[in-house]
């Protein structure tokens, strides 16, 4: 045992103790902490009394008075729109809106008294009902699937209970992109786990002793998977901080249909984060395990990195239609979009031995096995493998 | 000790690098000379079980040298080889003992002889990437040692050692042929004419001569030229 700790010791200075993936990383998280700091002290100024003066609507149910005191806010500045930031109403103008939006821009057809903007708790709750059914019916939802979320649906108690929460949605909007770049980071630091040795002319050595046939391609695997934890912990901290700074955890206990509307999980905003944040490492583990796969298929830094950053591209840009079944399903689990999704979240099941699986369980599932899949993988290539 | 080579062969898609070559090793010092190309490194990969031959089978004491148990008593000095540049030496031969599955403490009582062997003791701790080409080298040459491999196999193992350096490599692997099978190519036939036992030559792949040689056979080197020749 004293010998794989050893030997992950060294791999583990391989990856960390290299000018790239100090560079890689410390302008990623650069990035990510930049991004958000700029947004709170130049783009958006954060406003000190934002708490305070939204304190009256804290703990307030989302019905007919508090949608009555909007509607009377919105009057006077001629609709929701012209709500201003100095206003207690601004955010709860802001949630209204987006549904509002969504609606207006998906909603096409859809029959309710919510089509005429009114400011009721009826309208409001329907108009939310109204785009839940449009959209289980875009994504093809079978009825036995309509009714899992209805049920579900059933379980979240109505009206949702005001807080403030714009902390929280952002914290949720950095996994996106702390992901993203996480996959460039894999593709910088972690394409040359096994085709480094290659690279660095170290492969004879390498394959002419006991362990490095025998069990370096594990010691390696853990090594990079490690470092696939950290550079995913580092990133997740750098997008997350200013949030915390700024707002704490305000919002914490706030249902997740005040962050993501259009989603019937019963869960609350600290619940739901606690889902994000473990999605978002078992992502930063698949996508590590790949960036591996590919080094040892390649035996070539640049192209295992090559496919990391073509299968990023393709999930920025790449869509398919919901029309393909399980092949639209399974290309929208991938980590970044599992993360990013946000008024409105993929509510198609995942159905696996009598189980029923919800988009983050199924990614968290996918991930799983996908990271096995590739690390059995490696290790068959890499037994393969022979000083040419 | 007897790593015996049976018939081995060795083809690419339209090159035969090593032709149906068959010998067998025994305690000492085997000299192997050949030109470029000979395929002497194609040899001595298949010998240390990093490449698989074509055809024919390699084994010491009768254990194929593919199997595990082999490359615990196996050092290998490859022809080129690079280092890890942020590691230091010291780092580099610590890593390589915990490849040869030496427990720690081993590691480090031996990886500090053979720096002090070697003449690294000074720049043990500085990044590999520091050193020269011939400190590189005799890097690589405390790395194959590490274990005191039963079977020492040596590609062009002089390159990049100043004379003097050249001469205490070649006491060194002496002492070693004492009591270990080693295999040294090289295209310098001096490297070998003094040290080794047994003679192998290599051209196109397969074997040109084998046998002993003493001083009062004469020079090797001429030998070997003539066999070249012919």
């Known amino acids: ?388 | 000790m007897e790593l015996r080579i049976d018939r081995v062969s060795k083809q690419y898609k339209n090159k035969i690098a090593v032709d149906r070559l068959s010998a067998t090793l025994h305690t000492g010092v085997t000299g192997l000379l050949g030109a470029n190309g000979a395929g002497k490194t194609t040899l001595m990969r298949m010998i240390c079980g990093v490449l698989t031959p074509t055809s024919g089978e390699i084994t010491y004491n009768g254990v194929p040298v593919s199997e595990e148990c082999y490359r615990s008593v196996l050092g290998y000095l490859p022809q080129e080889f690079g280092c890890y540049p942020e590691f230091s030496g010291r780092d580099f031969l610590l890593y390589f003992a915990a490849l040869k599955g030496m427990p720690r403490n081993e590691a480090e009582i031996r990886s500090e002889e053979l720096l002090e062997t070697v003449g690294l003791v000074d720049v043990s701790k500085k990044r590999v990437r520091t050193y020269s080409g011939g400190m590189k080298q005799r890097l690589g040459i405390a790395q194959a040692l590490l274990n005191r491999p039963q079977v020492l196999i040596l590609d062009e193992p002089t390159a990049g050692l100043d004379p003097m350096e050249r001469v205490r490599f070649r006491e060194l692997i002496g002492e070693i042929g004492k009591s270990s099978i080693v295999l040294l190519s090289t295209h310098i036939v001096s490297d070998v004419e003094h040290i080794a036992d047994h003679i192998l030559m290599m051209k196109g792949g397969q074997l040109l001569w084998q046998g002993e040689w003493k001083e009062s056979d004469g020079s090797l080197e001429e030998f070997y030229l003539r066999e070249f020749r012919e």
């Not at chain 1, 960390?16 to 302008?27: D, R």
């Open chain 1, 1 to 388: 045992m004293a010998i794989y700790i050893e030997l992950l010791r060294f791999e583990l200075k391989k990856i960390f103790i290299n000018k790239i993936t100090i560079l890689a990383l410390t302008v990623s998280a650069g990035m990510l902490l930049g991004i958000a700091l700029t947004n709170y002290l130049v783009v958006n100024p954060y406003d000190r009394g934002v708490y305070e003066r939204e304190a009256a609507l804290e703990g307030r149910a989302l019905d007919d008075a508090l949608l009555a005191e909007l509607a009377e806010e919105a009057e006077k500045v001629g609709g929701l729109s012209g709500i201003r930031p100095d206003s207690p109403y601004y955010h709860l103008a802001g949630y209204i809106s987006r549904m509002q939006g969504t609606y207006l821009t998906i909603g096409e057809g859809l029959e309710s008294e919510a089509g005429n903007r009114e400011l009721t708790a009826a309208s409001v709750y329907q108009m939310r009902e109204d785009l839940l059914e449009y959209i289980y019916d875009y994504f093809r939802l079978s009825d036995a699937d309509k009714q899992w979320w209805k049920d579900k649906e059933n379980l979240i108690e109505k009206p949702f209970v005001w807080q403030a929460n714009f902390g929280i949605y952002s914290m949720k909007s950095s996994f996106g992109a702390a992901m993203n770049l996480f996959c460039m980071i894999a593709a910088v630091c972690l394409a040359g786990v096994y085709a480094g040795e290659k690279g660095y002319r170290t492969n004879s050595f390498v394959l002419s002793t006991r362990e490095g046939k025998r069990s370096l391609w594990l010691v390696k695997f853990i090594a990079g998977e490690i470092f696939a934890l950290a550079a995913g912990t580092l990133l997740l901290i750098a997008g997350m901080v200013p949030h915390l700074l700024f707002n704490g955890l305000h919002g914490i206990n706030s249902p997740w249909q005040l962050i993501v509307p259009l989603c019937a999980y019963s869960y609350t905003a600290g619940q739901m984060l606690a889902r994000y944040i473990l999605t978002y490492y078992l992502g930063c583990l698949v996508i590590g395990a790949m960036a591996m796969l590919f080094s040892v298929l390649f035996m070539n830094s640049m192209a295992a990195a090559g496919m990391i950053c073509l299968g990023l591209v393709l999930d920025l840009f790449l869509s398919l239609p919901s029309s393909l079944g399980l092949l639209s399903q399974l290309r929208y689990l991938t980590p970044a979009q599992v993360l990013i999704n946000s008024s409105m979240a993929d509510p198609r099941l995942l159905r696996v031995f009598g189980l029923v699986l919800a988009p983050l369980q199924s990614a968290g599932l996918v991930y799983a096995v996908l990271t096995v899949a590739a690390a059995a993988t490696v290790r068959s290539l890499y037994r393969r493998q022979e000083a040419q």
